[in-house]
């Protein structure tokens, strides 16, 4: 690696903000010999730069010796993020490769087939002309061979031991901040009806325990395999067949991976088992459960790693020299490597300076209550009516609610239509998030979008969105086993960090420059526990936005002030909600009062912190979390 590149590397014409001084302090962290640098920066500082820049440091082909790797590697986990780096031009020489998945055959009869389910995958033998013209085989030698290979993160980790994607000198990954958890997911195995073509032809046996799993999955690995020869033995497949085929290859590898991580004394993975009883309940119990055992049957599981350090060690740590890992929220350096099998020893923080002004991205206490399980019913209804009061406000102006949950989304849309606001109300279903998204971002129109998910990897610059809502404290769902396991052993500092990683990405939404502004209003009052609980972990520039937080000053509830001028009450499209009762009602069909100014709307903020103390001080934190709906 040549740092001293670095400057001349960077693909803009100028800096903007703090970029200058970042690559200067990459630079010196690389050079004190340190094999990762960590880069804390914060959201719109221009990352994706920092990254094309940190790349460009790689050993070339012609400065590296025979044995030794050149070139570098850019990889995120959003496919958004991907996108956004193909379509910018200062980045045009990171080359891009996706999945075969994402592109079609070019032969003439084939256009609207996946190349992973083309001709050539389908039959023996196949002698493609036209191979040196597929998309996917040109995209995947051009990002072989040139200095810069850019792709999401689960195909650089598909492609770990790839004799075309080998050891390069220099690793970037891009909004770094989840890698633990992106590596629990993919190295997550489930086996079920949808994920196991030959699930219907199996006896699972009920699995007591993760030995008892290891041995039926190393039965299954065997009868996937058979199934798989039987496959492959034929002259031409279906697509179908081939879809098949694949998966069982994939599972294969799956159970393979586990059975050998598992039985590994020196592996640090600790791996639990969550299984669901069996579909059909007459079916009668013993016989041949796969595993050679008579057993009580059991339906379909889910086998998940925990802290995998193993399986990143094979998929990133073993694929380059040098590392940068980029994220905005890296927030404990300690606890980031050790979840990721890193020696802090060999890792350095670089810290970005915000540069955007913390009066452009103010943070509002209009918290209305907690939205933990049991006492959501009581809270939505009053969110909603803030979320009237807000739009109010902000008249012209469009807005995002961060609704954490599709059943909390629904119900927002039903309270928004009782209200009289549906028509400035858009929302989008799981199938349809992306279009949907994009319909709502391309029009003029001052709508709210009631969002499910979409904390990270979305830009919403200018006009583009000028407030959002944060309807609850995004705490994982307890009900989750490797997240159960992790509170019984005492991690309630990990748990409020994720929460807060979220919260961060979550407020750099709406302001994406330093001339952009947008507020962050906060609805759910477990967010407030949230910043007393995890204040040590927050970036300086964080904890300013939240000391400055105040209780705004909204307009009495009046919903039809709300749609004013915007056509809204009358207006629908796809997406869109439609319009809902009178105004002047409640859900429930009752007429209701304005909340009062006074009160926790208007409560100053050291009120406000002193009274959330007293809160968690005198409950258990698992009262103050306790969620189960993800």
């Given at each position: 690696m040549n740092t001293e590149r670095i400057f001349e590397e960077f693909p803009a014409p100028s800096y903007r903000g703090a970029q200058e001084s970042a690559l200067r302090d990459i630079r010196d962290a690389f050079e004190a010999g340190n094999d990762v640098v960590l880069v804390r920066a914060p959201t719109g500082s221009g990352k994706s730069l920092l990254a094309r820049a940190i790349a460009g440091c790689a050993q070339t082909i012609e400065e590296a010796d025979p044995s030794e790797p050149s070139g570098a590697y850019y990889t995120t986990p959003q496919v958004s993020q991907l996108d956004d780096?193909?379509?910018?031009?200062?980045?045009?020489?990171?080359?891009?490769?996706?999945?075969?998945?994402?592109?079609?055959c070019i032969l003439p009869h084939e256009r609207d087939t996946p190349v992973n389910q083309a001709p050539c995958v389908r039959e023996r033998g196949y002698d493609c002309s036209v191979k040196h013209r597929c998309?996917?085989?040109?995209d995947r030698a051009i990002a072989s061979n040139r200095e810069i290979a850019a792709m999401t993160l689960a195909y650089f980790m598909q492609t770990a031991g790839s004799e075309v994607f080998r050891t390069r000198d220099v690793v970037v990954v891009d909004e770094a901040h989840g890698l633990a958890e992106w590596a629990e997911m993919y190295a997550t195995i489930r086996l079920g009806p949808r994920s196991v073509p030959i699930w219907?032809?199996?006896?699972?046996?009920?699995?007591?325990?993760?030995?008892?799993?290891?041995?039926?999955?190393?039965?299954?690995?065997?009868?996937?395999?058979?199934?798989?020869?039987?496959l492959l033995s034929q002259e031409s497949l279906t697509p179908a067949d081939v879809r098949e085929r694949d998966r069982l290859q994939e599972l294969i590898g799956e159970l393979e991976w586990f059975v050998s991580d598992y039985r590994d004394p020196e592996s640090p993975t600790t791996w639990l088992i969550d299984q669901e009883p069996p579909a059909d309940t007459d079916q009668p119990s013993g016989g041949n459960g796969s595993d050679g055992e008579d057993a009580e049957l059991g339906g379909p599981m889910t086998i998940k790693p925990m802290n995998p350090e193993r399986y990143l060690r094979h998929t990133v740590w073993d694929r380059g020299?040098?590392?940068?890992?980029?994220?905005?929220?890296?927030?404990?350096?300690?606890?980031?490597?050790?979840?990721?099998?890193l020696n802090p020893e060999n890792v350095a923080l670089v810290d970005v300076e915000h540069t955007f002004p913390v009066e452009n991205r103010p943070l509002y206490d209009v918290?209305?209550?907690?939205?933990?399980?049991?006492?959501?019913?009581?809270?939505?209804?009053?969110?909603?009516?803030?979320?009237?009061?807000?739009?109010?406000?902000?008249?012209?102006?469009k807005g995002l609610v961060h609704a954490h949950s599709y059943a909390i989304q629904e119900r927002l849309a039903d309270l928004l239509r009782d209200f009289g606001v549906g028509g400035r109300i858009r929302t989008h279903t799981r199938d349809g998030r992306d279009a949907d998204l994009e319909e709502w971002k391309a029009s003029d129109d001052p709508d709210v979008f009631l969002s499910v998910k979409m904390e990270e990897a979305l830009d919403l610059k200018g006009d583009l969105c000028r407030f959002q809502v944060l309807c609850k404290a995004p705490f994982l769902n307890t009900g989750d086993s490797r997240v159960a396991h992790r509170l019984e052993e005492g991690q309630w500092a990990w748990y409020y960090r994720t929460a807060l990683r979220t919260i961060i990405q979550g407020c750099g939404r709406v302001v994406r420059a330093p001339d952009d502004y947008g507020a962050t209003y906060l609805a759910d009052s477990s967010l407030?526990?949230?910043?007393?609980?995890a204040r040590t972990d927050m970036p300086d520039w964080f904890e300013a936005q939240v000391d400055r937080m105040d209780a705004p000053s909204l307009p009495s509830f009046d919903?039809?002030?709300?749609?004013?001028?915007?056509?809204?009450?009358?207006?629908s499209s796809s997406g869109r909600s439609s319009a809902g009762r009178s105004p002047s009602t409640s859900a429930s069909g009752s007429r209701t009062g304005d909340r009062s100014q006074s009160g926790s709307e208007s409560r100053s903020s050291s009120d406000r912190n002193r009274s959330s103390t007293r809160e968690s001080s005198r409950s258990s934190p698992l009262a103050d979390v306790w969620d189960t709906d993800g």
């Open positions: 780096v193909a379509a910018d031009d200062l980045l045009s020489d990171l080359n891009v490769i996706r999945g075969k998945s994402n592109y079609n998309p996917y085989f040109s219907e032809d199996l006896r699972v046996p009920d699995v007591d325990g993760v030995d008892r799993a290891a041995r039926y999955a190393e039965n299954l690995s065997q009868t996937c395999t058979r199934r798989k020869d039987e020299n040098k590392f940068a890992l980029l994220s905005a929220t890296i927030l404990n350096k300690d606890a980031f490597c050790r979840q990721v099998g918290t209305q209550g907690k939205m933990t399980y049991d006492q959501r019913d009581d809270t939505l209804p009053e969110i909603a009516r803030t979320i009237v009061r807000i739009m109010q406000e902000h008249p012209d102006e407030l526990d949230l910043f007393d609980r919903p039809q002030a709300a749609v004013a001028g915007t056509g809204g009450a009358n207006r």
